[in-house]
Antibody, heavy 120, light 109 residues
Framework: QVQLVQSGVEVKKPGASVMVSCKAS????????LSWVRQAPGQGLEWMGW????????NYAQKVQGRVTMTTDTSTSTAYMELRSLRSDDTAVYYC?????????????WGQGTLVIVSS | EIVLTQSPGTLSLSPGERATLSCRTS???????LAWYQQKPGQAPRFLIY???RRATGIPDRFSGSGSGTDFTLTISRLEPEDFAVYYC??????????FGQGTKVEIK
């Protein structure tokens, strides 16, 4: 069965960086793209970016462009999302999500989420 | 950038009732590019509907999607206790990009 298992809670100070991992299993990793979505406390879902697990091409949302880097390690079927220059409004649950075979269909499987707290 | 506006913000209904949720887009979008998700407190979103009207694997047939152009609807024919949750619509764009609506909360009346 498809599973996306994310790394644990992170607490960071403003200005620091955080890296969240997402380990995939149950399917061929390089066949499906991955997206990252975040959700601030009590707020809605915000798409952050996408990475092709096949050729490592990326596309980032304008809001985080310049601060975010998404990568993958195909040898371990793991995706990573690094966010730099953290601010208090980056406090959120960060999700990785598998992009469906047809990308227009959406995100068919999700990780359990990783809480990132940014606080001095 | 296409903006998705969901209404109402909160829907208060009783189990067994019908729920009708709206998602309006600021520009016409292909119905192939519209999806819906369900999210319960403390959980990741769950993939419900894609292509505006196609149920994802394992989704009960009380969930249905419809619409075209700029107006899309998610209908839950008879609410079960486990259906009380927040629902999000999502649109796919070029590059690729994805955009979510702000969500509709379906709560127990």
């Amino acid at each position: 069965q498809v599973q996306l298992v994310q790394s644990g809670v992170e607490v960071k100070k403003p200005g620091a960086s955080v890296m969240v991992s997402c380990k995939a299993s149950g399917y061929t990793f390089t066949t499906y793209g991955l997206s990252w979505v975040r959700q601030a406390p009590g707020q809605g879902l915000e798409w952050m970016g996408w990475i092709s697990t096949y050729n490592h091409k990326t596309n980032y949302a304008q809001k985080v462009q310049g601060r975010v880097t998404m990568t993958t390690d195909t040898s371990t079927s793991t995706a990573y999302m690094e966010l730099r220059s953290l601010r208090s409004d980056d406090t959120a649950v960060y999700y990785c999500a598998r992009v469906a075979w047809e990308p227009a269909d959406g995100f068919d499987f999700w990780g359990q989420g990783t809480l990132v707290i940014v606080s001095s | 950038e296409i903006v998705l506006t969901q209404s109402p913000g909160t829907l208060s209904l009783s189990p067994g009732e019908r729920a009708t949720l709206s998602c309006r887009t600021s520009q016409r979008v292909s119905s192939s590019y519209l999806a819906w998700y369900q999210q319960k407190p403390g959980q990741a979103p769950r993939f419900l509907i894609y292509g505006a009207s196609r149920r994802a694997t394992g989704i009960p047939d009380r969930f249905s999607g419809s619409g075209s152009g700029t107006d899309f609807t998610l209908t839950i024919s008879r609410l079960e206790p486990e259906d009380f949750a927040v629902y999000y619509c999502q649109q796919y764009g070029d590059s690729p990009t994805w955009t979510f609506g702000q969500g509709t909360k379906v709560e127990i009346k």
